[in-house]
Nanobody, 116 residues
Framework: QVQLVESGGGLVQTGGSLRLSCVVSGSIFSDNIMGWNRQAPGKQREWVARITPNNSTEYHDSVKGRFTISRDNAKNTVYLQMNNLKPEDTAVYYC??????????WGQGTQVTVSS
């Protein structure tokens, strides 16, 4: 059974930084696309960033230049380094895995709150 466990969320002031981690078990991590999505209160969940098995990355325009996604296949872990955080980044952040067969798996989320 695939499990994704996020950590690293918290409360930070505007301009601060946080690093989210997501540890994956139960799958061949190195074969899969990994991503981060977020859901702010009253809004739909939105895609933030993703990284392919060969380390190609993509970002939502709202986080380009501030967020960096990376992966460590030896640790079955994907990271999201978030710098220059803004109040509009406040959301629950979810880790997502897409397998080679197209199956999506989600973590339970970690709260990020940016105070103004």
């Amino acid at each position: 059974q695939v499990q994704l466990v996020e950590s690293g969320g918290g409360l930070v002031q505007t301009g601060g930084s946080l690093r989210l981690s997501c540890v994956v078990s139960g799958s061949i991590f190195s074969d899969n696309i990994m991503g981060w999505n977020r859901q702010a209160p009253g809004k739909q969940r939105e895609w933030v960033a993703r990284i392919t098995p060969n380390n190609s990355t993509e970002y939502h325009d709202s986080v380009k230049g501030r967020f960096t996604i990376s992966r460590d296949n030896a640790k079955n872990t994907v990271y999201l380094q978030m710098n220059n955080l803004k109040p509009e980044d406040t959301a629950v952040y979810y880790c997502k895995q897409i397998s080679k067969s197209g199956l999506a798996s989600w973590g339970q989320g970690t709260q990020v709150t940016v105070s103004s």
